[in-house]
């Protein structure tokens, strides 16, 4: 069964609330998601293998550890997933970045897929998938069925705030997919929209309102 993992660090708690507040700005809220997907990602990549090495320091000959295994890959759902990718980068800077193009039809608040390019050997790594908003989870659900069409078989998905309905739906339609969320949110509106929520994360970083 997928785990729902809430990162409840106090300097991402404290950081997600001015992102929260209405009166934050764009140059603000981009430059604080940023930070937070940096912080989750720590959290996120916990769990990696190691393997020993030896290397020379520049006294001695030392057994020493580095990070071993499968290659990471950074996805972001267009556009609102951008604004965590720079933060994940600079932690994981040889991962490889795919994007999936979706939106939600404001009527049936369903994803309409518009773009997907992603690395030829995205199946061979572990793929983290970014979205700050998981509502009704229809976006993630889509975006997680591409890349297990593509063949990805280890798959994480980040997001900032997460909606009971979401977290269910992805749950449901991928019980081996962890989900790593700053927080767990109350309920959805009739809009479909989180609340309380921060509002639309794209207009928000992109600052079209
Ligand atoms: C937002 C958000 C997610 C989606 C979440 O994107 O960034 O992708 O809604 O909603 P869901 O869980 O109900 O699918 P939006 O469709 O507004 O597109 P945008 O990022 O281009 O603004
Ligand atoms: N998309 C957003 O950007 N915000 C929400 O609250 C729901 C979907």
Do not use: W
Not at 102 to 123: A, G, M, Q, W
Not at 130 to 147: F, I, R
Request: hydrophobic share 45%.
């Amino acid at each position: 069964m997928s785990e729902l993992h809430v990162i409840d660090h106090p300097l991402i708690t404290h950081k997600l609330s001015i992102m929260r507040n209405e009166k934050t700005g764009s140059k603000d809220f981009r430059e604080l998601l940023e930070e937070i997907a940096m912080l989750m990602g720590y959290e996120l990549t916990r769990d990696l293998p190691l393997k020993d090495v030896t290397i020379d320091t520049p006294l001695t000959k030392m057994k020493a550890k580095m990070i071993s295994g499968k290659k990471l890959a950074i996805v972001p759902i267009l556009r609102a997933g951008l604004g965590m990718v720079d933060g994940l980068q600079s932690l994981i800077p040889v991962a490889k970045v795919g994007h999936i193009g979706l939106y939600r039809d404001p009527t049936t608040h369903l994803p309409v897929e518009y773009y997907c390019k992603l690395p030829p050997d995205i199946s061979e790594r572990i793929v983290i998938l970014v979205d700050p908003m998981l509502a009704t989870g229809g976006s993630a659900v889509d975006a997680l069925n591409l890349l297990k069409k593509k063949g990805c078989a280890h798959i994480r998905f980040m997001c900032l705030v997460a909606a009971p309905e979401g977290v269910a739906k992805v749950q449901e339609a991928h019980p081996d997919v962890d989900i790593y969320t700053a927080a767990l949110d109350d309920h959805l509106n009739e809009h479909a929209y989180i609340v309380p929520g921060l509002g639309d994360a794209g207009d928000r970083i992109f600052g079209t309102l």
